[in-house]
Antibody, heavy 122, light 108 residues
Framework: QITLKESGPTLMKPTQTLTLTCTFS??????????VGWIRQPPGRALEWLAL???????RYSPSLKSRFTITKDTSKNQVVLTMTNMDPVDTATYYC??????????????WGQGTLVTVSS | SSELTQDPAVSVALGQTVRITCQGD??????ASWYQQKPGQAPILVIY???NRPSGIPDRFSGSSSGNTASLTITGAQAEDEADYYC???????????FGTGTRVTVL
């Protein structure tokens, strides 16, 4: 059974740095074709892809937000960490982590965490 | 701005067929995946690749693609299919991912 769960602060002040942890089970980030991505959703709005780390440690970031992000993995702990600097009220959103899987030419985010709401307010 | 465009909302009568489209330049090269999201819940994958359904997804969900448009079709829509639907694919560079703008499906 594959599960993912996000953890981190629920309330942030502007300019602070957000650190979110995705703890997963049921798969390994050592497996070829596997990755973990972060996606967010502001209240009442659409999903937004943020970042993705692959099994081989390749990392991809949303071009519009790239300078603010760092994504890392700890394979031994089955965790992926997303750090986002200079938080602003517009970053208020539910943040999801999801497993990425690539096989037979198709790519997808096939398992998702429940999400964690992060509110940025002074 | 999003590189994948969806109609904001569609409605369908119970038991009828509805098609949701996703338009973007990258879809001419890459498959889309589709996600269903109900209020207060995390998205779930319903279609990926050429036309693949994860285990547990009813066969009334199907996917297709033509040119720069990917489509998700629900044949015989049920009340429980009322949700927001998002497409996802790689962007034009092929190096990043992007979600569509989302479509709210209402079952009448």
């Amino acid at each position: 059974q594959i599960t993912l769960k996000e953890s981190g602060p629920t309330l942030m002040k502007p300019t602070q740095t957000l650190t979110l942890t995705c703890t997963f089970s049921g798969f390994s980030l050592r497996t070829s074709g596997v990755g973990v991505g972060w996606i967010r959703q502001p209240p009442g709005r659409a999903l937004e892809w943020l970042a993705l780390i692959y099994w081989d440690d390749d990392k991809r970031y949303s071009p519009s937000l790239k300078s603010r992000f760092t994504i890392t993995k700890d394979t031994s702990k089955n965790q992926v960490v997303l750090t986002m600097t200079n938080m602003d009220p517009v970053d208020t959103a539910t943040y999801y982590c999801a497993r990425y899987f690539h096989s037979s030419g198709s790519r997808r985010f096939d398992y998702w965490g429940q999400g964690t709401l992060v509110t940025v307010s002074s | 701005s999003s590189e994948l465009t969806q109609d904001p909302a569609v409605s369908v009568a119970l038991g009828q067929t509805v098609r949701i489209t996703c338009q973007g330049d990258s879809l001419g090269r890459y498959y889309a995946s589709w996600y269903q999201q109900k209020p207060g819940q995390a998205p779930i994958l319903v279609i990926y690749g050429k036309n693949n359904r994860p285990s547990g997804i009813p066969d009334r969900f199907s996917g297709s693609s033509s040119g720069n448009t990917a489509s998700l079709t629900i044949t015989g829509a049920q009340a429980e299919d009322e949700a927001d639907y998002y497409c996802n694919s790689r962007d034009s560079s092929g190096n990043h991912y992007v979600f569509g703008t989302g479509t709210r499906v209402t079952v009448l």
